[in-house]
């Protein structure tokens, strides 16, 4: 018994210290106001004030997408301005991200209500950056569409 006891106790042990291990984020974050220029557009909405706009810079050798889900829509090439007016106009609270790796390459931005929360990750490995919205009204992450 006191074998089985001591087993079990290194086992819980080592999955408690390797699930407490830190991870290195994919990017740097740092609150910052969308560029005027030319992006590629992808919009999250669950409701007119859960909303989210993800602008990556195209053709700079990698990707930033947002997680696909029910509530994702990639809109394609677009200009900021309508969506920086109407987070201005239609969103209380909001913040506007700079999305950066961690030697300081720019690879986009996000727009983001305050109401919703977001993580990034990469996939595959240092190809491409993954946003993925969290909004508390579903429960955590969004409702996943089939791809």
């Given at each position: 018994?006191?074998?089985?006891?001591?087993?079990?106790?290194?086992?819980?042990?080592?999955v408690?210290?390797?699930g407490?291990?830190?991870?290195?984020?994919?990017?740097?974050?740092?609150?910052?106001?969308?560029?005027?220029?030319?992006?590629?557009?992808?919009?999250?909405?669950?409701?007119?004030?859960?909303?989210?706009?993800?602008?990556?810079?195209p053709?700079?050798?990698?990707?930033?997408?947002?997680?696909?889900?029910?509530?994702?829509?990639?809109?394609?090439?677009?200009?900021?301005?309508?969506?920086?007016?109407?987070?201005?106009?239609?969103?209380?609270?909001?913040?506007?991200?700079?999305?950066?790796?961690?030697?300081?390459?720019?690879?986009?931005?996000?727009?983001?209500?305050?109401?919703?929360?977001?993580?990034?990750?990469?996939?595959?490995?240092?190809?491409?950056?993954?946003?993925?919205?969290?909004d508390?009204?579903?429960?955590?992450?969004?409702?996943?569409?089939?791809?």
């Amino acid at each position: 018994m006191a074998k089985r006891l001591n087993l079990l106790l290194v086992v819980a042990l080592t999955v408690i210290l390797v699930g407490c291990q830190y991870m290195t984020s994919p990017v740097m974050v740092k609150k910052e106001s969308v560029p005027d220029q030319t992006y590629d557009v992808t919009v999250y909405w669950s409701s007119p004030v859960s909303y989210a706009v993800l602008f990556d810079i195209p053709n700079d050798g990698k990707e930033v997408s947002m997680f696909y889900t029910y509530f994702t829509e990639r809109v394609g090439m677009d200009t900021p301005g309508e969506y920086v007016d109407r987070f201005k106009t239609q969103i209380r609270g909001y913040r506007s991200l700079q999305i950066s790796e961690p030697d300081g390459t720019v690879r986009g931005y996000l727009m983001i209500s305050n109401l919703l929360d977001y993580f990034f990750y990469e996939r595959p490995e240092g190809e491409r950056i993954i946003v993925s919205i969290v909004d508390p009204h579903l429960g955590g992450d969004a409702a996943r569409r089939s791809p």
